[in-house]
């Protein structure tokens, strides 16, 4: 890989041993992918909790221990230093304020604090969310970036038009103090055309709608790109995080266009470039309802214990969404709720009285993770009701229970009746 | 005895050899592996309950979360790591988890090794090189 002389100098150590550690990451892994050079990046969302079990051992000896092992995979302990270049915290796995609601252990929480704190100062903005654009991070178009999160990367590419690859804990960690990645994959403009037509037949508008789009579209394409035709209402943000995160689940998709509607294509020829589709795939009335009974493949019990809403993190606009359906009434006593959005909004929502409305149902309004990141959910449950398609593919998985798909109204629905009613609209 | 030879591209050196384990089944690592143990937990995955632990790992490419490399990072810590990486699809995810586990890891292949290779096989893996040696099992016995 071709090395600029100030990318060499810090390969040599001359700007401290924590860069010359991330550059020789950078290089290993950019010579695995076979990149020819890296690229400038000036905005990085990636990972550097300590709170989890696995990290228990490491953040005994000390953050730098942490940072050093698994976000440069350097084995020698080096000194944390400055990002040099915009960064932030995505989510992770515990709600330090939440303690008491989903039962991680005081120590957890402490250690997941101590490391905030260590990293914030050292330049990570701890926004704590898989939805970084919600909350002030908004790279512009053509903007070369380094971020994980497999919903906000494509949404990052898709709806954005900025570039990053999937990136992960290490490259992101080593990313952040040199401001370099590999220049490989969605940072070159051939690599973004798209390579699938998907012809939409049935009318796509509700969040329901754009869940169950993706899910269909994801599993076809897998870590393809589609191209999306038949698109009649312009999506809000809300719906395209939607639709990103559950192509990213039932597949890998990490960049799509919807001509005249995403920044790099005002139609469908210049979606695809000089390429041809490779293929042309239907998106009807049978495959809208595939997707759906996929999504709700696990479920068979009606008896709702436990619904999740906000995966991704729900928008403010959501949590007033649910804040209104819960308005004056009290949940289940069988059923509890959680909803859960990014750490900022968190504080809008109680300043917006959104919170007590929230509480006084019997639910709670959470922030920094989710049940499937954070491996918490409510003592016992075993049936999950959920408004989101990427929640639905993931916890029957991880947490080895049923899993209902609906919309929020049915969510909102279970969670005041116990009982599951939802259905295909 | 006959040996099968596949010429591929370095994605880390080194030199590695045990018993394959083949899946034709992406692998993904949050949610996918157990890194304390090796084994593959996703509920429908064709190697489910299975232990790459110390055995050349086959597969087509990595999937799911970007927590990926982490996992296979948290693995190699365990001493839960395969013997090498044998893949054929190139992705960042991909790239990333075969240098924090930090054994041989080939792809770009000139032939197949998910048609080539079998669970049970015995492989060489010469990353530097850029070769892969397969000892049929049958062969062998």
Redesign the interface.
């Known amino acids: 890989m071709k090395l600029t002389d100030a990318e060499k100098a810090m390969l040599d150590g001359k700007h401290g041993k924590a860069k010359q550690k991330a550059m020789d990451l950078l290089v290993r892994y950019g010579e695995a992918l076979n990149a020819e050079r890296l690229v400038d990046v000036k905005n990085v969302a990636g990972t550097w909790n300590a709170g989890s079990p696995a990290m228990k051992p490491f953040a005994e000896k000390g953050m730098d221990v942490v940072f050093s092992k698994f976000n440069l995979d350097s084995d020698e302990v080096v000194e944390t230093p400055q990002a040099e270049v915009y960064t932030c915290q995505l989510i992770h796995g515990i709600d330090t304020q939440n303690g008491h609601i989903t039962g991680v252990p005081e120590e957890a929480i402490n250690r997941q604090r101590q490391a905030e704190s260590y990293f914030g100062r050292r330049g990570v903005a701890m926004f704590n969310t898989c939805t970084p654009y919600q909350v002030g991070n908004v790279p512009v178009r053509g903007e070369h970036c380094a971020w994980m999160e497999s919903s906000a990367v494509v949404y990052c590419n898709g709806v954005l038009g900025a570039r990053t690859n999937t990136e992960g804990r290490e490259s992101t960690g080593a990313a952040s103090i040199t401001g370099k990645i590999p220049y490989w994959g969605f940072h070159l403009d051939e690599n973004r055309l798209g390579t699938h037509l998907v012809d939409v037949e049935v009318d796509v508008d509700g969040m329901m709608d754009w869940g169950l789009l993706g899910y269909a579209v994801g599993e076809v394409v897998q870590e393809d790109i589609p191209v999306l035709s038949g698109i009649r209402h312009t999506p809000s943000m809300i719906k395209l995080k939607h639709f990103g995160a559950a192509a990213a689940s039932s597949g890998g998709v990490e960049m799509y266009h919807i001509p005249g509607i995403t920044p790099e294509a005002d139609t469908i020829e210049q979606a695809f470039g000089k390429k041809k589709p490779v293929e042309r795939i239907k998106y009807g009335t049978a495959e809208r309802k595939l997707a759906y009974d996929n999504l709700n493949s696990s479920a068979q019990d009606t008896a709702v214990d436990f619904v999740m809403l906000g995966c991704p993190h729900n928008s403010i606009e959501q949590v007033w969404t649910a804040a209104r359906l819960l308005d004056g009434r009290k949940l289940s006593p069988n059923t509890q709720l959680w909803i859960f959005t990014p750490r900022a909004l968190r504080d809008t929502a109680e300043l917006n009285g959104y919170g007590d409305i929230i509480r006084k149902a019997g639910a709670h309004l959470m922030s920094d993770t989710c049940p499937a990141i954070g491996r918490v959910m409510p003592k016992n449950t075993k049936v999950v009701a959920t408004d989101s398609a990427k929640q639905a593919h993931y916890l029957p998985a991880i947490m080895k229970c049923q899993t209902w798909f609906g919309t929020v109204d049915q969510c909102v629905d279970a969670a005041l009746t116990g009982r599951w009613r939802g259905g295909l609209p | 005895m006959s040996k099968i030879v596949i010429r591929g ?1 370095k ?2 050196g080194g030199v590695a050899e045990g018993e394959a384990i083949v899946t034709r089944d992406t692998i993904s690592g949050w ?1 996918g592996i157990d ?1 304390s143990t090796g084994t593959i ?3 429908r995955h064709e190697l489910v309950g299975r232990s790459f632990k110390d055995k050349v790992l086959v597969f087509p490419g990595a ?8 996992y296979f ?2 693995a190699r ?1 365990a001493g839960a790591a395969p013997k090498a990486m044998l893949f054929n ?5 991909a ?6 586990t930090r054994v041989p ?1 080939m792809s ?1 292949f000139d032939k197949d090794p998910l048609s080539l290779i079998e669970t049970g096989d015995w492989v060489k893996v010469d990353a530097d090189r850029g070769f892969v040696e397969v000892t049929k099992r049958t062969a062998a016995e």
């Open positions: 591209r994605v880390v949610g890194s937990i996703e509920r999937k799911g979360s970007s927590g990926y490399s982490h990072h948290l810590v699809r190139m992705t960042t995810k790239a990333l988890g075969a240098v924090v890891a770009d």
